[in-house]
């Protein structure tokens, strides 16, 4: 499948929804950081069975109170 | 080499060469006192850290009066055990009570706790004498970098290279003698990656055999606090009195602390390693495979049996491991990224802001990565009692402000030992042409912190790698 890398567009629209409200500076530096990391999360983005599982445990008795 | 053999003691600059093993024997004896040993301590860090800037903060007289306590003890024949009266450090990540703690940031420049992290309590009160706070990486994550309030640590064996990161001037320091141990973070290979490149030996240990509570996290599912030490059997010493259950710590796992300086046999008869090859061949620098090799060739000279392995590429672990880090990278920077963004260093800022651009499918998505890349890897040891590696892929990096470059691609070789979060020790077993030192690592079982240290004090009793000196020492 052919990949097409998000616009400076796109990240303004990806920013905007995780509340990053930066001056031009920065958001020339999450353009570049964005760039950086696209390609590993469309390596990311495989197809997995349903139940795999995360590696994530939660244990419940971790949080009862110590005293 | 016998690491518990006395040298002859003429000066300071003697003492600071000795190993916790030699100093716990001669403090024994009564031929050493810990008072004396904190002193040339003190004075090797001023006479030679202005070249190193390992250390943030010295602690010279909370050092003086532990070591004095220290020496009380052990005139009345009752020390608390083998890591009383050894001057160590912490990287400033870890918090300490009353002691500035930066995470080398200006985001946390004036931050003095009021409490000590469970890792520092507990070297603390098994009697070692805490001497500073070494500098890391931001947030033991953003680096090198030239943009913070305190410079980069810079590595002994050649100062205009680096000594790896993000536990920098943990390694720094104990490889210029100037402390015998330290503490190090490591998420992704920070203990494990500047032991390398500095010629030491560096240990991280199962994820939830040393609390982090009190440590600033980088990754919570990967956070790991190791020690860093001139040698294996002094590893053995420092996890011993760090490692321990944290019932604060949502990752601190119930499972005993062995004697680990027991397991050091000496013998790896019959020990099976898995060598997994496709981590190095393909990538490492010719002296570090050919180093590698050496190493493992010599393993076997004693008895243990190898075999090639191949897993899943590295890169795999490094795409599941960075998304992971991202992410929680950003839940814990994002008020101070849209608050103060100018506070930050480059580098961290610009990975915590990629960070906010990454879905919560694609955080969950790497967690169910993470699983099948363990579990491909738990399954050799089905047939193998360690798997071993390259430490890392090149000698030590040059310190070069200019060429400071957001994710530097870095195969980084000790990742996947992080994503399965079982021990793995970086073990020094060469020199580079130009004089820097090279590693390989040996990994265990979960909880086999012992079976991984047995291997690499066997190796360090026939090899003598790890007794050079940097030039500075």
Request: with cysteine.
């Amino acid at each position: 499948m052919t990949r097409k890398s998000a616009s400076r567009e796109d990240i303004a629209v990806l920013a905007r929804v995780a509340g990053l409200d930066f001056a031009p500076k920065y958001f020339d530096e999450l353009v570049e950081a964005y760039r950086n990391i696209e390609p590993m999360l469309w390596r990311l983005r495989q197809g997995r069975s349903r139940a795999d599982e995360p590696a994530h445990v939660y244990d419940p008795r971790k949080f009862m109170p110590k005293d | 080499m016998d690491h518990a053999a006395p040298k002859s003691i003429g000066n300071s600059s003697q003492l600071t060469e000795l190993s916790i093993v030699e100093l716990k024997t001669l403090y024994a004896a009564k031929s050493l006192s810990p008072v004396d040993v904190t002193e040339a301590t003190l004075k090797r860090i001023e006479d030679v850290d202005a070249n190193l800037h390992s250390f943030i903060t010295v602690t010279s007289d909370a050092a003086r009066t532990a070591a004095k306590e220290s020496e009380a003890r052990y005139r009345a024949g009752t020390p608390i055990g083998p890591f009383d009266g050894i001057p160590f450090a912490l990287k400033d990540n870890v918090e300490t009570a009353g002691i500035r703690s930066t995470s080398h940031s200006k985001l946390l420049f004036d931050n003095v706790p009021t409490e000590d992290a469970h890792v520092a309590a507990r070297l603390k009160a098994a009697g070692g004498i805490l001497i500073g706070k070494t500098s890391t990486f931001e947030f033991a994550l953003g680096g090198p970098s030239w943009d913070l309030p305190f410079p980069p640590a810079l590595n002994p064996w050649d100062t205009k290279h680096l000594p790896g990161g993000s536990s920098s001037g943990s390694g720094a320091a104990v490889a210029a003698r100037l402390v015998p141990a330290a503490i190090g973070t490591d998420t992704g290979g920070s203990v494990r990656w500047p032991a390398a490149v500095c010629g030491i030996a560096g240990l991280k240990p199962t994820y939830g055999r040393i609390s982090r509570r009190g440590v600033h996290p980088n990754t919570f599912s990967h956070d790991h606090c190791g020690p860093m030490t001139r040698t294996v059997a002094d590893c053995a010493v420092m996890l011993g009195a760090a490692a321990g259950y944290d019932a604060y710590d949502p990752g601190s796992i119930d499972e005993p602390v062995p004697d680990y300086g027991a397991a050091l046999t000496g013998s790896v008869a019959g020990l099976r390693i898995g060598l997994v090859t496709n981590w190095y061949r393909e990538d490492a620098a010719p002296e570090v495979t050919a180093a590698v090799d050496a190493a493992i060739a010599v393993l076997k000279g004693l008895g243990a049996h190898v075999a090639e392995i191949k897993l899943s590429p590295l890169s795999n672990y490094i795409d599941a491991k960075t998304t992971i880090s991202l992410s929680e990278l950003y839940a814990i920077h994002e008020k101070d990224l849209k608050e103060r963004p100018e506070d930050f260093g480059y580098l961290l800022r610009t990975r915590v802001m990629a960070g906010g651009l990454i879905r919560a499918e694609d955080y969950v998505q790497a967690m169910r990565w993470r699983t099948e890349l363990a579990t491909e890897m738990m399954a050799e040891f089905r047939r193998f009692d360690v798997l071993a590696t390259a430490g890392w892929l090149t000698p030590a990096e040059p310190a070069d402000p200019d060429g400071v470059d957001f994710f530097k691609k870095r195969q980084v070789v000790t990742m996947p030992f992080s994503l399965a979060g079982i021990p793995a020790l970086s073990v020094p077993c060469g020199f580079s042409p130009g004089g820097l030192p090279l590693a390989f690592q040996i990994a265990g079982r979960p909880f086999d912190e012992a079976t991984v240290l047995k291997a690499g004090d066997a190796y360090q009793r026939v090899t003598d790698w790890h007794t050079r000196k940097p030039p500075i020492a």
